[in-house]
């Protein structure tokens, strides 16, 4: 079965320090592997996703995301968090194009301190 | 429409009642999924719909929990009987050839269970 794990329930980074949330996952087959951003209040919002080609993809607002088939991960990392970027972010699995139900993890609540 | 939109946006029933939840995909898009967002579980699939069809029902928590789909588009959910544990968020998602591997989410539901 599929899986999602992200480590790291609660983070608390400094207004313009580097940021790294850790996902990792569980697939039988090819991999499609989304970051999505959810506000208080809001919906979700796809940062990136990754389903073939180069290894290191870029997303909006300034996210990066590493595909590492060999530890099964797809860290998120941001070079310099901003106030706006504080969030629950999730990490989501599925297949076939992305027409495949989502499996989540549990998601990581980011907090920003001035 | 431009996205995914829901309704109501918000709904507050008592303990017992039937509810309906309303989802309205991107037009053109063929698939559709329902999932759940409540704390003690995460977000989690419930139903996946191809056309008016549902080839997985796998999340759906128990009999109470019913969805369909007509036309190939709109699509609802019902609740019967209610209980507190349905409070959550429901969030509609849908699929398309054209959608560039990506589910695209509407804003969600919130059904609060009194």
């Known amino acids: 079965a599929q899986s999602v794990t992200q480590p790291d329930i609660h983070i608390t980074v400094s207004e313009g320090a580097s940021l790294e949330l850790r996902c990792n996952y569980s697939y039988g087959a090819t991999p499609y592997l989304f970051w999505y951003v959810q506000s208080p209040g809001q919906g979700l919002q796809l940062l990136l996703k990754y389903f073939s080609g180069d290894t290191l993809v870029q997303g909006i607002k300034g996210f990066e995301a590493e595909f590492k088939r060999s530890q099964s991960s797809f860290n998120l990392r941001k070079p310099s968090v901003h106030w706006s970027d504080a969030a629950e972010y999730f990490c989501?699995?599925?297949?076939?194009?992305?027409?495949?139900?989502?499996?989540f993890g549990t998601g990581t609540r980011l907090t920003i301190i001035p | 429409g431009a996205g995914v939109s829901q309704s109501p946006s918000n709904k507050v029933t008592e303990k017992g009642k039937d509810v309906e939840l309303r989802c309205d995909p991107i037009s053109g898009h063929t698939a559709l999924y329902w999932y759940r967002q409540s704390l003690g579980q995460g977000l989690e699939f419930l139903i996946y719909?191809?056309?008016?069809?549902?080839?997985?029902k796998s999340g759906l928590p128990s009999d109470r929990f019913s969805a369909e789909r007509t036309g190939g588009s709109v699509s609802t959910l019902t609740i019967q009987r209610t209980q507190q544990e349905d409070s959550a968020v429901y969030l509609c998602?849908?699929?398309?050839?054209?959608?560039?591997?990506?589910?695209?989410f509407g804003p969600g539901t919130r059904l609060t269970v009194l």
């Open positions: 719909f191809q056309g008016n069809s549902a080839p997985d």
């Open positions: 989501a699995v599925g297949g076939n194009f992305g027409n495949e139900k989502l499996t």
């Open positions: 998602a849908s699929w398309g050839p054209s959608s560039y591997n990506e589910q695209f």
